[in-house]
């Protein structure tokens, strides 16, 4: 391996005392390939097997807490019992790659899609027209009940428990990209009168309820990770001085890592006060050393992942670059990172070993990439 990269072979030890074997981490990524009911497929299981070679910390594809915040077609499911068997399948393939295992927990709110919900009911924070995964047509969205936010919160703990149960060593909670934790969070799609318009109501709710869980079952050494978007292009929408509360607000709960969604690492601020200036850089001098967070986005080669490690951000997380080369972390440890390959090939006969819904999804365009020139 060479020289520079040694860092990143480094076990980092988590506040709960979990220790991570490296500092790389597979990015959550939904692979649309759950059976209809969101148990695990046998395709399921292989594709997870094939993304967590070399890698410290596995984060699953984003799985519904409840069939009502369905947003993807083969969603993976973590909201009633029958998952549990596909679940610890889940968890036992991240784990004999030598990684630990954590399950992404979310609900899609006014992004869930209504053909895949109960009676087409599509619901988040207020009403709103939206589009969710795959649509050409925007489909519309009512407001919750505050019994229903009240359920969606306990729905968040009861997928805790069964990630417990399913032998998961953590879950992170899903509360970036425009989905439920996000909209509660976003002046954008958060409108409410009530207290749960206070925007940090919801995502602090969802935290506690699974700390509490997590403690309730005597699980003092299980991860617990949160995932959020610092700012989004809606107006008004989420600006980085109002991640900046969040992640003020954050360090104080009994966390083990923050998770940045970015697609690009190297991204600076949109607008607003801090305009121009990196996100990760703004992030990791608010966090302070106090919380690891994990970076993300366009790391995919060597060069790639000098730059991002010279941003000083503790772990790093790879999406796109394990689905197009699934030896990349395997590439960088035996020194062979001329190898990797970093571009989509449409022609390529292995189609990169991806399952053929996710091929299909790079070749037409919805997860743009770097392409064979
Ligand atoms: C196919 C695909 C599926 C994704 N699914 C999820 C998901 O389920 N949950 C999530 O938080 N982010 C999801 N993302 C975002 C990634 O986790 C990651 O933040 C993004 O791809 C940028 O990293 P990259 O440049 O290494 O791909 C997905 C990205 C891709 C390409």
């Not at 991860?223 to 360090?251: H, N, Q």
């Amino acid at each position: 391996m060479k020289e520079e990269f040694q860092p990143l072979f480094q076990p980092l030890t988590l506040a709960n005392g979990q220790t991570i074997p490296n500092r790389f981490v597979l990015a959550p990524m939904t692979h649309t390939i759950s059976n209809e009911d969101g148990t695990a497929s046998e395709r399921e299981i292989a594709f997870v097997d094939s993304r967590t070679k070399g890698i410290g910390l596995g984060i699953t594809a984003a799985s519904y807490t409840n069939v009502e915040g369905k947003a993807f077609p083969g969603e993976p499911s973590i909201s009633k019992a029958q998952d549990l068997e596909g679940l610890r399948r889940v968890a036992e393939t991240i784990k004999a790659n030598g990684a630990k295992a954590v399950v992404q927990i979310h609900h899609g709110g006014v992004k869930a899609l209504p053909h895949l919900v109960p009676d087409g009911d599509v619901k988040g924070p207020s009403e709103v027209e939206t589009y969710g995964f795959g649509q050409s047509e925007p489909h519309r969205a009512r407001a919750m009940t505050t019994d229903e936010i009240r359920q969606a919160i306990e729905d968040f703990g009861h997928a805790t428990s069964l990630a417990i149960q399913a032998g998961f060593d953590g879950v992170e909670i899903h509360g970036a990209n425009h989905y439920l934790i996000h909209q509660f969070f976003s002046p954008y799609y958060n409108r409410r009168e009530d207290m749960w318009g206070e925007p940090m109501r919801f995502p602090m709710a969802v935290v506690d309820e699974v700390v509490r869980v997590a403690n309730e079952e005597g699980q003092e050494d299980f991860i617990i990770g949160y995932r959020f978007s610092p700012e989004e292009a809606e107006s008004p929408g989420i600006t980085m001085s109002r991640t900046k509360c969040l992640v003020d607000a954050l360090i104080e709960k009994p966390l083990d890592y923050l998770h940045v969604s970015l697609s690009s690492i190297q991204s600076v601020t949109r607008e607003g006060e801090y305009e121009g200036e990196k996100r990760i850089s703004l992030l990791l001098d608010w966090i302070d050393n106090r919380m690891p967070l994990i970076g993300v986005g366009s790391i995919f080669n060597a060069q790639d992942l000098l730059a991002a490690q010279e941003t000083g951000v503790p772990m790093i997380a790879l999406g796109r670059s394990m689905l197009l080369d699934p030896a990349f972390v395997e590439k960088i440890e035996s020194g062979r990172e001329a190898d990797i390959i970093d571009y989509f090939d449409p022609e390529r006969e292995d189609q990169h070993h991806l399952p053929e819904e996710i091929w299909q999804a790079f070749n037409s365009g919805q997860y743009p990439s770097p392409k064979k020139q």
